[in-house]
Nanobody
Framework: QVQLVESGGGLVQAGGSLRLSCAAP????????MGWYRQAPGMQRELVAAITTGGSTDYADSVQGRFTISRDGAGNTAYLQMNSLKPEDTAVYYCNAHEVVVRGGGWSTYLDVWGQGTPVTVSS
């Protein structure tokens, strides 16, 4: 079983910043697209931002210009820099890896792998 490890969530005042990190285990050979989703209480999970292997990015309209997604050189760690945070950004943030190739006693491919979620609370 492959799981992503997230960190960086917490409590921040409106207008503040947070940086989320998402790391894949060392057994991961490659990941096509990495993304961040969020789910507020009583709401459906929604895409916040995504980045492909080639560096192409996509953002939800609500975070465009405030959030920046990036990946490290190896491509197996993703970051979400969140600036100018608003109370409506409050949610549990989940990291997703799409099309994951894993090595270890053979090769395995997973369509989607998720992290456990990290809470972000923005106070007004």
């Amino acid at each position: 079983q492959v799981q992503l490890v997230e960190s960086g969530g917490g409590l921040v005042q409106a207008g503040g910043s947070l940086r989320l990190s998402c790391a894949a285990p060392g057994s991961v050979f490659s990941i096509n697209t990495m993304g961040w989703y969020r789910q507020a209480p009583g709401m459906q999970r929604e895409l916040v931002a995504a980045i492909t292997t080639g560096g192409s990015t996509d953002y939800a309209d609500s975070v465009q210009g405030r959030f920046t997604i990036s990946r490290d050189g190896a491509g197996n760690t993703a970051y979400l820099q969140m600036n100018s945070l608003k109370p409506e950004d409050t949610a549990v943030y989940y990291c997703n890896a799409h099309e994951v190739v894993v090595r270890g006693g053979g090769w395995s491919t997973y369509l989607d792998v998720w992290g456990q979620g990290t809470p972000v609370t923005v106070s007004s």
